[in-house]
Structures are given as structure tokens and as C-alpha cells.
């Protein structure tokens, strides 16, 4: 299966059994990202943690009084 980085536009192939491929067959929204473009926004998101501003949200979830 051949598959285009969103972010550089490099064609790659990938394995059209693989659990990447269905991911991206049947969900319409997961996009695919090659290995450069991935390590680069994982070094870049460990950065922002490590800097002590960054907060990640949660939904306040309501608590069921019956249960």
C-alpha cells in the first residue's frame, strides 16, 4: 500500500496487512506520518514537557451517585 506523509509529502510503501494499513483503510480520519516527521514531533513534544508549561486538559467527568 502505498501511503503519503501529511506533513513532507514523501511517498512510502508500507505493508497492506500491516495494523497501520487497516487503521488507515477504516479510519478515515488517522493520518499517516513517516518515521522522520514522527521522531521530530516526538523529540519536540518531550521538549515542551521538559520545559514545566505545558498542561494536558482532562475532561471533568461526571461521577454517577447511584453507583
Do not use: P, W
Not at 522522520?36 to 454517577?64: M, P, Q, V, W, Y
Amino acid at each position: 500500500m502505498q501511503v503519503k506523509c501529511v506533513l513532507c509529502d514523501v511517498v512510502e510503501n508500507i505493508d497492506d496487512y500491516s495494523l497501520e494499513a487497516k487503521r488507515l483503510r477504516n479510519r478515515k480520519t488517522h493520518m499517516y506520518l513517516c518515521g522522520s516527521c514522527n521522531e521530530r514531533i516526538k523529540e519536540k513534544t518531550l521538549d515542551r514537557h521538559a520545559t514545566g508549561k505545558f498542561r494536558l486538559f482532562e475532561e471533568k467527568k461526571k461521577e454517577d451517585e447511584l453507583i
